[in-house]
Structures are given as structure tokens and as C-alpha cells.
């Protein structure tokens, strides 16, 4: 059953025991009300024979029934009783005999209320000058009972009147209200493995549906760098492998072609062993990425002080070059250190910025490098800046293509892979990173993180 269904038969069934319970509330309280007034007639039923049978001393007994029906209208099956204290009939007629036990009753409690069957009784103690009576009356309420067999079939079809078009309404108001979830389960069906890269509509509410989506856009960012780090590793491993091992081969075939000078065979040595150092780098990095992408999809998330992690690596790159050659500038601190805390992998975090801080000393033949924090309400911003050759702005993008190195970068000794996985790695911890750069005057890697605080 879909949710929207259920919603709506639970909504239903929830309106349904409420109405039920109020119509058996109103239907309990008429016939209460309609028993209460047909016991009150029965009573004034019984005051009134009282006064026609009892009082009238000196009015014949066919006078007296003359005024009876005259006066007295009789009630449906109506039963009338007048007992003397030996318990013997006063107007003598055998329909209207009622049990000593019952008559003794009334005697005792001097009015009595009771239910035969489907007839109602009243029985009173009556004092008069001749002696003290008992008078019973008994009647079939015909016509109260006919309002309430009305009134329950009324009630019958109004409940399923309303409980019919209450399951309409609540599963019109489902139906609408899960309508984005409609629309997210139609943009999830068209996500597959070959467009990772598409994202559902997350809204601009604070609402359940939307928090869902949120989360299942950052499953699929997590998902899509997994697979582009391990696309990245298989298309480019035996690329990236094929070229110097082709070359190796061809020098040392070139060489055992034919008897050469000593020169010769060290030419061929020197080359071979540049494409072996080449080799071992390609092989190094690609290792590297492999692990990259093993820490990656396995990351534990867990709090990152980024001012500690700024510090870390002051420490180590200053260590690693000697003097004071990172240099880390404040400028703006929160009064709030949880405000500088990120849900993040440190090692990966470390990994990233390791390549960003290794490129600039590279490419700046190992000038002084220049890190700034800055956080505010908002962001927090990491900038690394250095005084290399610059990038070219047709180039800025394509640094983070793994493999791919600038025409300027050619020159110095690397594989291209360390900005890709850099780039993958801020993204994960929902952080993005861009370059200013320009050709001769050095560049500035900015690496931005949301403040938890949003």
C-alpha cells in the first residue's frame, strides 16, 4: 500500500472511532433523555389513577371509568396496577397483576423504576384515607423507540457518508502533500551510473522533503567522486604506464640492434633510467591515488579544528624546508572556537592541503609560502598563496583533471594527480576550491568551508 493511501486510511479510521464515538455519545444521551421522559409520563400516569380510583369516594365506578377515558389517553400496551397492603388488585383486572416480590418492592422503597422486557414500570406508594396502595403503571414507549431506530439509521448512513468523503479528503490532502516526494522519486529514476553528476530538486523549505533530498544529493556527490577517483585510477594507470615502459623498450631495443661505443650504451642508460624515475613516479602517485580512494569511500567523519590543522602544518612544511619558509597570517577570528570546527577526515584533509602547499614551494623553486585563515559567519576560507610561474587562465580549470599538466609545468617533476584528488577531497567535506592566478606573479589556492554555525 502506498503512503499516501495509508495516510489516508489511517486518517479515516482515526475520524471514524472520533465520529463513532460521538454519535454513540449523542444516541446514549437521547435515549437516556427519551427513557428519563417516558418514566416521569408513567409517573404522573400513576398520580393521576391515584386521584381518579382512590379520591373520587363518591363517584360510581362507571363514572370513573368514563373520566378515565376521558382523561386518561392510554399509552401504548399500557398496564395498570392498584394493590391494597394485602397485595390484592384494586380495580380487579388479572392483565394487570404484578408479583408480590415486585409489589412488596415498591412498598419498601416507595417508588420504583424498572424494565420488563421491552416495557417500562413505574410503581409508586400511595397514602389515602381508605389505606395505603400500591400503584403500578407499565407501557411500551412505541414512539420514542421509532425516533430512535430513525436516528440510528440517520447516524448509520451519515457516518458513512462522512467517513467516505473524509478518506477522499485526506487522501487528496496525502496525495499533495507528498507530492514533492513524487517529484523526487521521478528525478531519483532518472539518476544511473552514466549521469552521476544529476541532482534532485532540494526546494527552499525546512521541511522533511527536503532534507531528504539534501542528503540523497550529498550520497550522490559522495558516490560520484568514488567512482570518478576509481574511473581515474584504471583509465589512467595503463596510460600513464604504457608511455615510459614503450620508451625503455624501444631504447634498449635500439641498443642491442647493433654493437655501440661506451657513450653510447651511457646515453642509453641515462635514458633509460630518466623513463625508469618516471615510471616510479607515475607508479608512486598512482598508489597514492589508490589509497586516496580506499580512505575516501571508507571516511569516517568526525570534528576538525581547521586553526589545529593550519598549525599542524606550519609546523611540518617548516620542518620539511627549514626556517620559517610557511608562513601562516589571522585574520579574523571567531569569539566561538566550535565555529572553526568542520565534520571532516583529518588525514584526508591533511592529504589535500599537502598537495596544494607541495605545488606552491615546487613552482616557486621553494620561495616562502603564505597561508591566511579567515572565518566569519558564513565561511571559513584557508588561502595559499606563493610567488611561482603562475597559471595561465585558459589552464586554471584544467589543473584539477587528473593527469593533466600545464605546458609551464612540464618542466618540473610531477604526474598531475594531486590537485584531482585534492579537489575531490574538499568537495567531500562540502567545500570547494578555486584559483587566482596569472602568468609570472605566483597564484592563490582558496579552499572555502561552510560554517557550522549555517
Known amino acids: 500500500m502506498k503512503i499516501k493511501n495509508r495516510l489516508a486510511f489511517n486518517f479515516s479510521l482515526i475520524s471514524a472511532a472520533v465520529l463513532f464515538v460521538i454519535l454513540t455519545v449523542i444516541y446514549i444521551t437521547f435515549y437516556s433523555l427519551f427513557k428519563s421522559e417516558f418514566y416521569e409520563h408513567l409517573n404522573d400516569r400513576a398520580k393521576v389513577a391515584a386521584q381518579l380510583y382512590l379520591e373520587a369516594d363518591e363517584i360510581s365506578s362507571d363514572s370513573l371509568g368514563h373520566v378515565r377515558e376521558r382523561y386518561l389517553e392510554k399509552l401504548p400496551g399500557e398496564l395498570l396496577g392498584i394493590y391494597d397492603e394485602r397485595n390484592r388488585s384494586f380495580i380487579g383486572n388479572k392483565q394487570q397483576y404484578w408479583s408480590d416480590k415486585i ?136 596510460h600513464e604506464l604504457r608511455t615510459p615502459l614503450t620508451s625503455m623498450i624501444g631504447e634498449i631495443e635500439l641498443s642491442l640492434m647493433r654493437l655501440r661505443t661506451h657513450t653510447d650504451y651511457q646515453q642509453t642508460l641515462q635514458s633509460v633510467l630518466a623513463d625508469t624515475v618516471r615510471l616510479n613516479e607515475t607508479i608512486t602517485s598512482l598508489m597514492e591515488l589508490a589509497q586516496t580512494d580506499m580512505e575516501y569511500t571508507q571516511a569516517e567523519l568526525s570534528p576538525v579544528m581547521i586553526d589545529e590543522l593550519v598549525w599542524y602544518l606550519h609546523d611540518y ?126 597564484s592563490v589556492f582558496t579552499v572555502k568551508f561552510p560554517s557550522p554555525k549555517i
Not at 140 to 167: C, P, S, T, W, Y
Not at 353 to 375: D, Y
Request: positive net charge; contains cysteine.
Open 317 to 442: 612544511w617548516n620542518k620539511q624546508k627549514g626556517g620559517n619558509k610557511f608562513i601562516v597570517e589571522i585574520e579574523h577570528m571567531p569569539e566561538d572556537a566550535n565555529a572553526l570546527t568542520i565534520m571532516g577526515n583529518r588525514s584526508l584533509l591533511i592529504i589535500a592541503f599537502n598537495n596544494i602547499i607541495g605545488n606552491a614551494f615546487k613552482f616557486s623553486n621553494n620561495e616562502p609560502v603564505r597561508c591566511t585563515l579567515n572565518a566569519n559567519d558564513t565561511d571559513i576560507s584557508i588561502s595559499i598563496k606563493d610567488s611561482g610561474i603562475g597559471i595561465a587562465a585558459q589552464e586554471i580549470q584544467k589543473v584539477f583533471t587528473s593527469f593533466y599538466r600545464s605546458p609551464e609545468g612540464r618542466e618540473f617533476p610531477g604526474s598531475g594527480i594531486g590537485l584531482y584528488v585534492t579537489q575531490k577531497i574538499i568537495q567531500l567535506f562540502n567545500g570547494n576550491i578555486t584559483i587566482t592566478s596569472a602568468m609570472g606573479s605566483g
Open 103 to 238: 409489589i412488596d418492592k415498591v412498598r419498601n422503597k416507595k417508588s420504583l423504576q424498572f424494565r420488563v422486557g421491552t416495557r417500562q414500570a413505574v410503581g409508586i406508594y400511595y397514602y389515602d384515607n381508605q389505606g395505603n396502595f400500591v400503584i403500578l403503571v407499565s407501557a411500551v414507549d412505541e414512539q420514542n423507540i421509532k425516533r430512535l431506530l430513525n436516528m440510528a439509521e440517520v447516524m448509520l448512513v451519515l457516518f458513512i457518508v462522512i467517513n467516505g468523503g473524509l478518506f477522499l479528503i485526506g487522501r487528496w490532502f496525502a496525495k499533495r502533500s507528498l507530492s514533492p516526494i513524487d517529484k523526487v522519486i521521478e528525478q531519483m529514476q532518472q539518476i544511473t551510473v552514466n549521469n552521476l553528476h544529476l541532482r534532485v530538486q532540494e526546494g527552499k523549505g525546512k521541511d522533511e522533503i527536503t532534507e531528504l533530498a539534501r542528503y540523497f544529493n550529498r550520497l550522490l556527490q559522495h558516490l560520484q567522486n568514488a567512482f570518478e577517483l576509481q574511473q581515474a585510477f584504471v583509465a589512467n594507470a595503463s
